[in-house]
């Protein structure tokens, strides 16, 4: 009781700090408060099935279905994630139509942001509450590429679409079939199960609609441009498709200190974003009867330093690396080009000194490095306004799958 009647006969000297005192009081409670009550609603699910809702497609070209779900608890080393926020990426769409290997029926969707709800035995870098980015491109720690500091390919990377997490087993179940996973991520769920190596934690205070790009368009375009080609101050780039990747590419080309980026999109509704990032100027190929590497070179006098593809056509990807110098000049392969595909090109593309590269995830390893850039975006050194054109309801997925495919949005997010 004295402590209490201490603070009662200090309110009654200092008049003036009556009301924050108080509010501050009646705050902390009520946080204390809200954190009992989660962490009683953890307690009540965990090592439970938990039903839920999520998008999934029965097969390949079906339309998305909004299916109650049985999600499992999550295994050894496993973590289940409550997703607050996903975006609509154009890779979950190529698994739909079979641009991209996935095995069916799935649940698609990788880029997210999510409360872990509960863990697995053994897991230690995560725990009920923890705000995560689940991870498409793992970081296991003890594989080769992980050992490599110029390495970020983890041996646990579902590139090939096996569908199931590392036991061989699926944690979704819907009608009494297993779903199948999808990059070891499938967010398009209230609740999903990841591996401990596909959790990176992040600030709490972090907004999901916003960090959630994290998981795929701004990591792999932002660092395409400063890891993978490591754009070099005073250098012209152009960016071949302005998406949400695309338009990321800008922003590090921007960061990496350009001085001319050159914007390239048969949709020039898309033009005005891109410059919103830093493009200095945009074109559309289909206003030429040239092959845009022709186009390039006239405008530039022949100095493009770098040019990155961020469509995942066969094209346009040999487009893009005869429009950089042919010697200088490096190419970077980021869009995700389509399954059991071959590409033909002239060799000479490449004997002339050009440099082709691919990359992965902006090259970045992911445990380590997202939450130092999600920490970068809380300081405010980059904007993710322009990339997101709409966000709606998760039960409007099929909205944000339509405005995708008439070119409408950059990026949609879809909120639970």
Known sequence: ?????????????????????????????????????????????????IKCKAAVIWGLKEPISIEEVEVAPPKAYEVRVKIL???????????IT???????????GHEAVGIVESIGEGVTTVKPGDKIIPLCVPQCGFCSACLNPNSNFCERLDISGKGVLSDGTSRFICKGKPIHHFLSTSTFTEYTVVEESSVAKIDAAAPPEKVCLFGCAFSTGYGAAINTAKVT???TCAVFGLGGVGLSIIIGCKAAGASRIIGID????????????????????KDYTKPISEVLKEMTNNSVGYTFEAIGHLDTIIDALA?????????????????STMLTYDPKLLFTGRTWKGCIFGGWKTRNDLPKLVSDFMAKKFNLDPIITHVLPFNKIKDGFDLLNKGESIRTILTF
Not at 17 to 37: A, D, E, K, P, Y
Not at 98 to 108: D, T
């Open 1 to 49: 009781m004295r402590p209490c009647f201490e603070i009662e006969l200090f309110i009654s000297k200092h008049n003036g700090l009556q009301n924050r005192i108080v509010q501050t009081l009646v705050i902390g409670h009520q946080s204390l408060v809200n954190t009992r009550i989660q962490e009683k609603g953890r307690m009540s699910t965990a090592g439970k099935v």
């Open 85 to 95: 926020a996903t975006g609509i990426c154009r890779t979950d769409n190529n698994a």
């Open 323 to 339: 429009s950089c110098h042919n010697n200088y000049g490096t190419s970077v392969l980021v869009g995700n080009p389509p399954s």
């Open 98 to 108: 079979g641009g991209l290997h996935a095995k069916f029926p799935v649940i698609v």
């Open 233 to 235: 101050p005073g250098s």
């Open 266 to 285: 048969i949709n020039p509704l898309k033009f005005e974003k891109a410059k919103a990032v830093g493009a200095t100027e945009c074109i559309n190929p």
